[in-house]
């Protein structure tokens, strides 16, 4: 306040009153201030004064009218009819918006603190930290050297099981080989607990490529373990937390919400999976991590992210619901037990029929090899056929073909119907399980 005043040519220190008269008397600061009194008149005849006259009735008035005003408002009834609903008016007149119900409301944003708060402090004693050593064999080096690689892991029983991402404790995919060096399997594999500095050096019970899971074992008790969601209630729009170990920075949890479901990806390794979609974030060294709802429940595994320039907030996790039956073979075969026909394929699609106008095609799983002794061999598979029917349900590809598999159990039949010569055909086999 003092500087604006300075600025306007004021000093609020001194403020002088311009229309005061100088006199001899009284100086001050060369001013004087000197009232003018009014000479008293004589007594006259009484006459009625000015404030008995005008200003007791015109305070009688405003006094009588706030009374009114204040009960009227009292009254719901008779302060809408003055006031009225509508707290806007749009100028677009064409407007169909109905402000009448719109909520001018602030939103508190505290529940939605205090959710997460409570949320990470229930997953993050379950969600651990993984350090991985790889040996990597180079063309230009005779001693094989020493790679190393962050990840997350969650834990899903007390006594020391934990479940992650298969690539995270095995890199020998395609994609992190080159024809130069070949990244091999972990050598050593390393668990950090939340709050605990303190490595645990783990084993490996067993890995599923084609799920990307594997599951890890560290020799301790009295662990925190997750609590698993129904991933099949997930809805879009719903809010949800990452947690994980990005950049190898341990406990490290990000607020987003469910993009999509049922999302299809493919891989760099040409892989597919049906993830859940999120913005929550999701970086190098998440994977492996929980993907958690509001009730600290685990409904996804953290797994793959979107990158490139101008990408962002596109991160995947596999449905917790699907990775039940693979950690729970994985735990108890050291493999995942899955049924199988025995043969190998490629998909005959609209465009390859049209692309081969000489050849009798039809859409449909092409049959390019059959193993010996398979399920696909004794019920009679040639390589040349192609399979357009499972169970009475279309087949357009080989996908569509596993995809009815899969839905079966080890020893279960499965009736197939094949197209060969120009002719459909329908044989029987039996599951069996795949070596």
Same mark, same amino acid.
């Given at each position: ?115 997460? %708060? ?11 930290? $993984?350090?991985? +050593? ?55 594999? +390393? ?69 999509a479901l049922n999302r299809e &990806? ?45 990408? +962002?907030?596109?991160?995947?996790? &596999? ?21 199988? $026909?025995? $043969? ?27 193993e010996d002794y398979s399920p696909?061999?004794?019920?009679? $598979? ?21 995809? %009815?598999?899969?839905?079966?159990? &080890? ?25």
């Open positions: 306040m003092d500087n604006q005043n300075n600025q306007n040519g004021f000093n609020s220190n001194s403020y002088i009153n311009t229309n005061a008269q100088e006199t001899n008397s009284g100086n001050y600061n060369n001013y004087s201030f000197k009232a003018q009194k009014k000479p008293k008149d004589k007594k006259t005849k009484s006459e009625p004064s000015f404030a008995k006259t005008v200003l007791l009735p015109f305070a009688s008035g405003i006094i009588g009218a706030t009374l009114v005003v204040g009960l009227c408002f009292s009254i719901p009834g008779i302060k809408n009819e003055i006031l009225g609903t509508t707290s806007y008016i749009p100028k677009d007149n064409n407007s169909n918006i109905n402000y009448n119900n719109v909520n001018l409301n602030l939103v508190s944003l505290s529940n939605i603190s205090d959710t997460g %708060v409570a949320v990470a402090q229930k997953v993050l004693p379950s969600i651990v930290g $993984i350090s991985v +050593e790889y040996s990597v064999n180079s063309l230009f080096s005779r001693n094989p050297s020493t790679a190393k690689a962050e990840g997350s892991g969650v834990i899903i029983s007390s006594d020391g099981y934990i479940l992650t991402n298969n690539h995270v404790i095995d890199t020998s995919s395609s994609s992190s080989s080159s024809s130069y060096y070949e990244v091999n399997k972990a050598s050593k594999i +390393e668990v950090y607990l939340y709050n605990d500095d303190t490595p645990y050096e783990a084993k490996i019970v067993g890995t599923d490529e084609q799920t990307d899971l594997a599951v890890i074992k560290i020799d301790k008790t009295d662990l925190t373990a997750a609590t698993l969601g129904d991933s099949d209630t997930v809805q879009v729009g719903e809010w949800c937390m990452s947690v994980g170990n990005p950049l190898g920075m341990r406990s490290t949890v990000c607020q987003g919400s469910i993009s &990806i493919t891989d760099s390794d040409g892989k597919t999976y049906t993830v859940l979609q999120t913005d929550a974030a999701i970086n190098e060294g998440n994977s492996g991590g929980a993907l958690v709802n509001s009730n600290g429940e685990v409904i996804g595994i953290n797994t793959l992210k979107a990158s490139g320039e101008g990408v +962002e907030g596109l991160g995947f996790a &596999i449905p917790i619901n699907s990775t039940k039956d693979i950690y729970s073979d994985l735990i108890q075969y050291n493999k995942v037990k899955r049924p199988y $026909i025995g $043969i190998t394929g490629s998909d005959i699609t609209e465009e390859t029929i049209k692309a081969n106008p000489t050849f009798d095609l039809k859409e449909g799983a092409y049959v390019r090899s059959v696909a061999q004794k019920a009679g $598979i040639k390589v040349g056929d192609i399979i357009i029917k499972a169970d009475n349900e279309t087949v357009e590809s080989m996908d569509d073909l596993n995809e %009815v598999k899969n839905s079966h159990q &080890i020893g279960d039949k499965m009736t197939l119907t094949i197209y060969r010569d120009g002719k459909e055909s329908t044989v029987e086999l039996t599951l069996a399980e795949q070596p």
